[in-house]
């Protein structure tokens, strides 16, 4: 069964897993989904004072934009990638968080997982659409690009949700998996052009040179697929041009392999979780 077929078979079930986790992120809390937007708003606030005035990072200014504002540079790639790790993290407990439910109704258990994502992409189409409110104010271009940004976030999406397929059942069957993605999460974060822009790496690799043949520290470092977003959503919302044609199709094979990948994989595991719950 594909997965077209499992979730139109389960379209109602889908909806209300989906609202179920939006209402249950932020429950009793006087804030609410505002909390969506103050968490990213309080790690930018901390990045930009450490990495804007303290280690005085400097990127280039926004080409053709000509944005220079290093706050909403960073946020450009602080929300993708808050949200990859959200969903991930999200989806990893989906199956053990739900295990009453796993083992007394039948039903296709990816829905856990789709609602997990879908729950968080509303979360972050809240903070995106703040980002781009704060981008046009200050002057740039982004609205044209709002189209493409969605092309974006889609595969985003798919990149997150394969990943936490992956992982929702190797945590079934070994605990610890999501104690181990915790720290390595902590150490992706810094390998990413998050707080820095691509350039520092490229310099940092040529003054080291070739590591073995022709293969540079560049080049390793650019097998990141997370980069590859990061960079697209800053040509997007922050230069407002065009991203390269290998971001793009980078981007897209990342996220199509993960998602089919992840898919296969969960559906060999589906019918013993039960079990192994």
């Given at each position: 069964m594909s997965i077209v077929q499992d979730l139109r078979g389960s379209r109602e079930l889908l909806l209300n897993l989906t609202r179920r986790e939006i209402k249950g992120k932020y429950k009793r809390t006087a804030l609410g989904q505002l909390w969506s937007l103050a968490n990213p708003l309080a790690a930018m606030a901390i990045y930009t004072v450490v990495f804007a005035f303290i280690i005085r990072v400097q990127p280039e200014p926004g080409d053709p934009s000509g944005l220079d504002i290093f706050a909403l540079w960073l946020l450009c790639a602080l929300l993708p990638w808050s949200f990859f790790t959200n969903v991930v993290n999200g989806g990893m407990g989906a199956l053990v968080g739900n295990e009453n439910l796993i083992k007394k109704v039948h039903f296709p258990r990816i829905a856990l997982l789709v609602a997990n994502s879908f729950s968080w992409m509303f979360s972050w189409s809240i903070e995106m659409v703040v980002l781009l409110v704060a981008l046009v104010i200050v002057g740039a271009n982004a609205l044209p690009w709002v189209?493409?940004?969605?092309?974006?976030?889609?595969?985003?999406?798919?990149?997150?949700?394969?990943?936490?397929?992956?992982?929702?059942?190797?945590?079934?069957?070994?605990?610890?998996?999501?104690?181990?993605?915790?720290?390595?999460?902590?150490?992706?974060?810094?390998?990413?052009?998050?707080?820095?822009?691509?350039?520092?790496?490229?310099?940092?690799?040529?003054?080291?040179?070739?590591?073995?043949?022709?293969?540079?520290?560049?080049?390793?470092?650019?097998?990141?697929?997370?980069?590859?977003?990061?960079?697209?959503?800053?040509?997007?919302?922050?230069?407002?041009?065009?991203?390269?044609?290998?971001?793009?199709l980078t981007c897209a094979a990342w996220s199509l392999a993960a998602f089919f990948l992840g898919y296969w994989i969960f559906k060999r595991h589906e019918k013993g979780l039960a079990e192994a719950l």
């Open positions: 189209p493409l940004v969605l092309v974006f976030m889609a595969l985003m999406s798919l990149l997150a949700t394969g990943v936490a397929l992956m992982l929702s059942v190797a945590n079934v069957y070994f605990r610890d998996t999501q104690h181990f993605v915790g720290i390595f999460f902590q150490v992706w974060f810094y390998l990413t052009p998050i707080l820095y822009p691509v350039s520092m790496v490229a310099g940092v690799s040529e003054d080291i040179g070739p590591l073995f043949g022709s293969v540079t520290v560049l080049d390793l470092y650019l097998l990141n697929p997370i980069g590859e977003f990061a960079e697209a959503f800053r040509n997007l919302l922050y230069d407002n041009r065009w991203p390269d044609l290998a971001t793009s």
